[in-house]
């Protein structure tokens, strides 16, 4: 069974740009989490997608945003980039809300912001 | 708001020797408790899990007990090896709210 996806892999973008990351979920999971790791930060939950709805935000700016497709792949944009956004960006799924708890995660996407 | 604290790092071990992780844990409610690992350059894999009170999880030698009244969730390894070298990380999760509290992270490495 092929796990959570995430592309691309690397992504280097300058200061107020726009940066767009994709996950793919397991097969069957309809929900989608985003989590941002940052240096020294540890990891903060982000955004949760499910069956193409935002369900939950974490305490982000709005320039963080996302959505969910039918076929519940997911993308997280964030705009007005800036230094501090430089982090690695995990995408997890879920079998469901019921599931929530469980999560898989992908292997990330590595966002340097120069 | 809920939190989870782990031990601080980094914890250097000989091959075999035996490991413990604390990890601690304040929510209301019931979470369910994790332990994740995290090699280097990759992302997070779910070691093991336990989803209520006296639960145990194991997976590859690796053990933790939900311990509810000592709101606690240690990660035990009776043998490590060269090859455990990662960051350990120890999370909860309720399911309404969909999203998972993490701890800070242990490093760990093992050497031969």
């Known amino acids: 069974e092929a796990g959570v996806t995430q592309s691309p892999t690397h992504l280097i973008k300058t200061r107020g740009q726009q940066a767009t990351l994709r996950c793919s979920p397991i097969?069957?999971?309809?929900?989608v989490y985003w989590y941002q790791q940052a240096l020294g930060l540890g990891l903060q939950f982000l955004l949760w997608?499910?069956?193409?709805?935002?369900?939950n935000r974490g305490n982000f700016p709005p320039r963080f945003s996302g959505r969910q497709f039918p076929n519940y792949s997911s993308e997280l944009n964030v705009n007005a980039l800036e230094l501090e956004d430089s982090a690695l960006y995990l995408c997890?799924?879920?079998?469901?809300?019921?599931?929530?708890?469980?999560?898989?995660f992908g292997p990330g996407t590595r966002l340097t912001v120069t | 708001g809920d939190s989870v604290t782990q031990m601080e790092g980094p914890v250097t071990l000989s091959e075999e020797a035996f490991l413990t992780i604390n990890c601690t844990y304040t929510?209301?409610?019931?979470?369910?408790l994790f332990w994740y690992v995290q090699y280097p350059g990759e992302g997070l894999q779910l070691l093991l899990k336990?989803?209520?009170?006296?639960d145990k999880g194991s997976n590859k030698g690796f053990e933790a007990t939900y311990r509810k009244e000592t709101t606690s969730f240690h990660l035990e390894k009776g043998s490590v090896q060269v090859s455990d070298s990662a960051v350990y990380f120890c999370?909860?999760?309720?399911?309404?709210?969909?999203?998972?509290?993490f701890g800070d992270g242990t490093t760990l490495t093992v050497k031969p």
């Open positions: 997890a799924s879920s079998a469901g809300t019921a599931r929530a708890y469980e999560q898989y």
């Open positions: 097969s069957g999971h309809t929900s």
């Open positions: 997608y499910d069956e193409g709805e935002e369900r």
């Open positions: 929510a209301t409610g019931y979470p369910s």
């Open positions: 336990a989803t209520k009170a006296d």
């Open positions: 999370a909860l999760s309720k399911t309404n709210a969909g999203k998972s509290t």
